[in-house]
């Protein structure tokens, strides 16, 4: 329940248990807290940007951002409330998603969609792979506990559903040739397979036992589990040789 803007205004839902509607949070990244935005309440979120927003309530009814209170008419709440497990912070400031929306040879993105946040031990692996798995266009980014952002870009999931996925014994992992990139967020660095190029060295890969997954190019390579264990992911490359403990994970959807 949680939208990033192009603008990189993160908004979500705060989910509660025993109420129809649930409030509205707006992330202020020069304070670093979660603000509540008054008389704003529902169960779908779309966000463009920080003024303009649509929100559904749970009768049907939708508010659009002139109609549900100025943004800025905002009530400061702890950074982390209570019933507010599933409500994380922001792994992408402004400047980071500037730079993501444009990092990708040949592409500039106008808009990044939030379509799932992960935490260590919240999810399983199951449960976050079906958040983007008709997906395309997806940036899987980390955050390690150092502060470094770190993640990978890949055009297209598997087609074929995990459930439906029978290997024979020497068939532990499958591969799927495409453009990938391994992205070094707060070094500004991108490391990918060139697109004018044959996919040949460039593919996305899954592991039948436990759903780690990973990008894989003649310059990087990134591994990590969907369920946000601590010991992943990995960044293995000549030019960015470190490994990192991981804090939290946030998927988005990119679009043209």
Partial sequence: MDNAGIDGSLLVLQEENGVNDYKLLKWQIVAQKWCKVNGTKGINLSVYNEISVA????RGLLSLSSQVG????????????????????????????DWVRTSIPGHHYNKLTLLKSAQPGKFTPQEVLASFN??????????????????????????????????????????????????AVTERIILDHPQSSS??????????????????????????????????????????????????????????
């Fill in 55 to 58: 929100i559904v309530d749970s």
């Fill in 199 to 256: 996919p040949r060295d460039s593919w996305l890969y899954q592991f039948r036992q436990d759903l780690a997954t990973g990008v894989n190019n003649d310059r990087g390579i990134f591994h990590f589990h969907p369920e946000c264990i601590i010991n992943s992911p990995t960044v293995n490359t000549k030019e960015y040789p470190q490994d990192y403990l991981w804090s939290g994970m946030q998927m988005f959807l990119l679009s043209q």
């Fill in 134 to 183: 008709t997906s395309s266009d997806i940036f899987v980014i980390y955050k390690a506990s150092t502060s470094k952002v770190v993640g990978a870009y890949f055009q297209d999931l598997f087609a074929l559903p995990i459930s439906d996925w029978h290997p024979t014994e020497n068939e532990k992992e499958r591969h799927l040739q495409q453009y990938t990139a391994v992205l």
């Fill in 70 to 97: 100025q943004q800025s008419e905002v009530a400061k709440i702890n950074s982390n409330p209570g019933n507010q497990q599933n409500t994380p912070q922001p792994i992408l400031n402004s400047s980071n998603t």
